[in-house]
Structures are given as C-alpha cells and as structure tokens.
C-alpha cells in the first residue's frame, strides 16, 4: 500500500529492514514519524523487490534443506500465515475430516521410518495451516518438532507464531528453552545462549501488551549454563590462570571490575553506577567497566555508549570493550580473558540470569570475588559470594546480601514547570507518578485512582512515563480524563515533581528509584509495603519499606482502604503535607551519592577480605 514504514528494533529487525526505518527510543520514533520525507513508491518498491511470495518460499525450503539434522534434510515448511484476518499464501484441500478437531492423518504419518513421518506430517501441517486449523496444525508441529528435538529453526518460528495468536508467552518461552537445550546437546553454544536469552526476553519480544507478568528467573536455564560452563575448555585454563585471592597485601589496591549489560544512556540501571565512579576512593581501589558491546555497533551507537565510556575513563575508570562486533561464545571468551589478565579482584555483575553469556562468565569465576546487584529481583545463581539486593529478597537469597546502592544527585537547580502550561488550576492538588509506559498497564491501579478523582475534584493526576491512558481507564466522565494528564517519556523528571503535591507509587508492581528522586523533591511518596507471605514476583513488588521507611505513608499490602484513607487526608490537610515533605528531605540525606558510594565499597572490601582470609 505504500505506507511508511516505522519498525521497532526487535532482535533481527535489521537483517530484514534499512537503518533508516528502524527506531530504538520514544525519540526516535517521534523524530520518524514527524519527518517530512514520505515516499510511498519507495516503500512499495522495497516490498516487491524483497518480500515476494516466491522469495519467501524459496528461502524458508533453503534454511530447512540445508539444515544439518538427517530426519529433516526433506523438510518442505511453507511460510503459510497464521494471522487472523490474512488469508492463507496457498490454498489446500480440506481435509476430508468434517470436524477439524479430528483430523484424519494418512497412514504414512504411522510409518515405522522416522523420516516419511516426518515428511508427511510436515505436508499435513501446511494442509492444515491453510484451512485455518490452528489448533491441529499446532498439534501436528508439536509432534515435528519432538521428533525432530527441537532443532528445526522453522518449525519453531512456526510454533511461536501459533503461541503468539492467542498470547501465550508460558508457551514460547518453554518452546525457546527447549531449542536452547537441544542446541546445548549439539555443542552449538551460541545458539544455546542466543535461545535463552529469547526464552528469557519471550514477553518483551512476543507479548501484545507486555508487562512484567512472566519476567521470572528459569532455574532450568540456570543449571543448564552452569553445566556448559563447567564443562568448556574456558573453565579450565580460568583455573589455571586466575589471580589467587590476597587480602594480606594491605598496600596494593584493590582491582575492582563492573560486568555491565551495556553502556546505554537510554537506560535506566546505568545511574547506579555514575556515582561509583564519580565518588570511589582512588587511593584505595582501581576501577574497571567492562562490556559485551563494540562501541561501533548500530545499537551501541544509537544508545551512546561512548558517552559513557568516556565519562567512566574521565574519571580515572579503565574501560574494556570488544575492538568488533561478537558472538555469544566471543563475548564470553573477550570478557573472561580481559578480567583475568586485568588481575581483577572483584568482580561486580550487573546481572547474571538476564545476560546469558554473564551467567556463562559467573560459573567460570574469574575473579577471586564475586558480587551482584539484583536490580529487579532475586536471580538465585549461586557463583555470587555478595547480592546488593533489597530487604524481601534477603528471603530468598542464598548468598550474603548487603543494601543496595542505589543513588540521587541533588537536582535543585531543576526548572519547575508552570502549572498553566498544563492547564492545572493554580489552586489544584497534583498527584504525579514516574514509570515505564508498560507499567503503567495495572487495573487494580486506575480503577483506584479514578475513585479519587472523582472524589476529589480539585485534585489532578500525572502519570510521567505514560504516553495515552485511553485504554487503561475504566469507562468515566469527559471531564475526569481531563484531571489526568499524560506527558510520556520525560527526561525533566525533576522539574514535574516540584510542580506536584503527593507521589503516588503505582501498585500492585511498584517504582524504585523514582521513590528517591520524590524525597529529594520532598514529595510526601505513598506507597504499599511488601508480602513477605509469596515470593517474590516482578508484577506484584514493592520497595517502599526499603526506601521510604515513614510508617504512616506505607500501606499494609493489599489494604485499599487505608490507601485511599491516606491519600484523602494529604489531599486536604495542608499541614500534614508539609510536615510529611521534612520528613521525606531528611530521609533522602541517607542516599547522596558520597554516602551511597561510601557504605558501597567499605561492604564490598569487608566482605572480600572475610572471604580471603578463611
């Protein structure tokens, strides 16, 4: 049709797009959207040349023919569409079954040769998928892919769209670990870490309204990369070239090494670590950032990674990085090579679960020392000797944990934005809150907030981070939806805050480092406390306990009513704001950043030196 293309980077978008049409950031997408270059022939053209039916058989029947699994060197899976409302490339007879739930197979799917059924179911399925029977053709590449141990690429991303029909994420992630392992079995390890890590991201990637509800730590994934790790060529030459651990040597400085995701400005888990290299004792340590990431990738460069590079070199930090771009096991070999001839002594990870190839790099141990932040829940990986974690997790941690160091600058010298640019009365209470779009998606939430509003109707609600609420609220009144405003991604946070009046943290699944940047606007922050009843779960935490620690603004978990109670009284007691807005500036003293950094490293060296010495 001609229409302009906007494409979100999805893992793989770039093997089938031009740079120009892919975007990573809000920003990105805006500034695409907003330009004024529009050419629908072009745009059509790139179609016709590249995504003809002819082509797109032609290349699936290659990977397959091509793949080295014996039972599936005759494998024919054409690329029918299974979404709803698009009718099948190629039309089949139906089966002459009139009830499609009892399909009837010919008797070569009940061959004693692996291969003919294989042949033959693969044949029944595209009957099937053309006639619309997704539910049997689901059955049938099950079946296919069972027989075929879960090796076959297309009869997997045939599954998956089937999954993806009825958004059924259990499914995708258990089909993705599955090929995971079978990738294991064959010794192809960067196909195992690049599955699991689709396995593990399966929400964010296939989900049409993801939102933390199947973000869980896979102990299955877990153990299998433990067992791949130890069992590779890496962990032994590791063992035999790893510095030994000293701590009688009080001269030398300690050789401190930060394993991050990424060097991304966009994201949010980077802040933590700006102070510790800002703050450090530089006559005590010598600090080093490593990465996976090649500074000259599209991602690394689109994200500013370099900025941060030099930021960390600027402050005396030394800086490790790929010289090109690497596989999985590449990354894996780079990193753990640089850490043990850098002679690191601790080796802090940002995270090991969610970077498959660090969980590879925690199991080598590198380093004498290993220590974890546990940014969003309990990974339960047990290389670590250290978790800087939260109080819930200490429940659920087997290692030893200590606070963690999360941290704001001071920014009074913020802009406060005008009340009458947002159309808000002068006179007007203003809630606000600060999020991820995606968390924002929580019922029980808006259904509460809306109940406020409407009992209060001088109050008005801004919800920083969240772009449209249309489809979170419940059905209500014109003049309501005008109370709630709706700014987006903002990266003036601060100046929000000190144009409001209460923060109110979202619930059930809460906020972190926005409860600090409200104190620091000394915002009286109303927020639930934890369950310590379940375990912990992404879509249903809470850190206020950790961060806020004024009882009378923390709600009993679950306790509605006390909230709005709570929230009634800041509403309209004007006193009791501003007493609680001290208590909250005197609170947020504990999480300056010399403080932060301070209480950080005297627990890390403490820790390695009780270690070491037994």
Known sequence: ????????????????????????????????????????????????????????????????????????????????????????????PKNPSSNEHEWIYPDEAFSSNPEIRINVLTQEANKQLSSGCFDIAETTL???????RHSN????????????????????????????????ES???????????????????????HNYRYFKIDQDINAFISLSAKAHPLNKWVQENKKKADSNDQSKKLRIGFLLEGFSQTQAPIRAYFPIAEYYDRSKFEIYFYSRWFLGEEDAKNQKHDVTARFFE??????????????????????????????????????TYFVPQYNFISCLRPAPFQARFDHQQPEYCSNIDLDFTLSKMFLESANKT????????????????????????????????SNRDCRYNQKLFWDEVVTLLKRHQQAYFIAIGLSNCEN?????????????????????????????????????????????????????????????????????????????VIRDLIIPYGNIDKWHNIMDRLILDNNMRKEMRKEMAN????????????????????????????
Not at 47 to 59: G, M, R, Y
């Open 1 to 92: 049709r001609g229409l302009k293309p906007l494409i979100h980077n999805f893992v793989g978008a770039k093997g089938i797009y031009p740079d120009k049409y892919i975007w990573n950031t809000i920003s990105d997408f805006v500034r695409l959207a907003k330009s004024d270059n529009y050419d629908s022939a072009e745009y059509r053209r790139f179609i016709a040349e590249n995504f003809t039916l002819q082509k797109q058989l032609h290349s699936i029947e290659e990977i397959i023919n091509k793949h080295d699994n014996k039972h599936v060197n005759n494998l024919q899976m054409k690329n029918h569409s299974v979404k709803e409302g698009i009718a099948p490339a190629e039309e089949q």
């Open 142 to 148: 099950e079946r296919l892919a069972i027989m075929t």
């Open 153 to 184: 690429d297309a009869i997997i991303n045939k599954l998956v769209e089937l999954y993806q029909r009825r958004d059924d994420i259990p499914k995708i992630q258990s089909i993705w670990k599955r090929a995971a392992i079978s990738a294991m």
């Open 187 to 209: 010794n192809n390890l960067n196909k195992f870490l690049d599955n699991c890590y689709i396995s593990i991201y399966s929400e964010i990637m296939y989900s049409k309204n």
């Open 314 to 351: 600027q402050k005396e930090c030394h800086v490790r990085t790929p010289d090109n771009r690497l596989s999985p096991m590449g990354q894996v070999d780079f990193l753990t090579k640089q850490i043990v001839k850098d002679e690191i002594d601790i080796l802090v990870f940002q995270t």
């Open 402 to 433: 200590s606070e963690f160091p999360i941290s704001q600058d001071n920014t009074s010298e913020a802009a406060i934005i005008k009340r009458n640019d947002l159309d808000i009365p002068k006179n007007a209470i203003v809630l606000v809150s």
């Open 472 to 548: 979170l609220l419940p059905e209500t009144d014109v003049e309501l939806k005008k109370r709630i405003i709706t700014p987006g991604f903002r990266t003036d946070v601060m100046s929000f805050m000190k144009m409001a009046d209460i923060y109110v943290d979202i619930f059930p699944s809460g906020a972190g480092s926005s409860l600090i940047e409200a104190m620091q606007a000394e915002l009286p922050v109303v927020s639930f406390g934890a369950s310590y009843s379940k375990l912990w779960t992404v879509n249903d935490e809470s850190v206020a306990e950790d961060y806020i």
């Open 587 to 614: 609170r947020a003293s504990h999480y300056k950043p010399m403080n932060v950094v301070s209480r950080f490293f005297s627990k890390l060296e403490s820790s390695f030196h009780e270690k070491t010495q037994l």
